[in-house]
């Protein structure tokens, strides 16, 4: 999860495998835009179980990684 200075009003999410990255241009993740993370306050979460990835921003999620099993 990261807010980047180029882009100030969007929180972007991805997950790094070896099936997914930027270079294969397979990218998995969500994007939560026109909150303003530069100046007012939010609170982040992560939720890791075996069998997802959840991403929240104020107890909202917005993307969830589903476990495809592949090892």
């Known amino acids: 999860m990261e807010q980047v200075g180029y882009d100030p009003f969007t929180i972007h999410d991805t997950v ?8 294969k241009n397979t990218r998995k993740g969500g994007d939560i835009e026109e909150i303003d993370a530069v100046s007012d306050f939010y ?6 179980s075996a069998d997802k990835i959840d991403w929240h921003v104020d107890n909202s999620t917005y993307f969830t990684f589903e476990n495809e099993m592949k090892g």
């Open 16 to 23: 790094h495998t070896n099936a997914y990255n930027h270079v």
């Open 43 to 48: 609170i982040y979460k992560i939720d890791w």
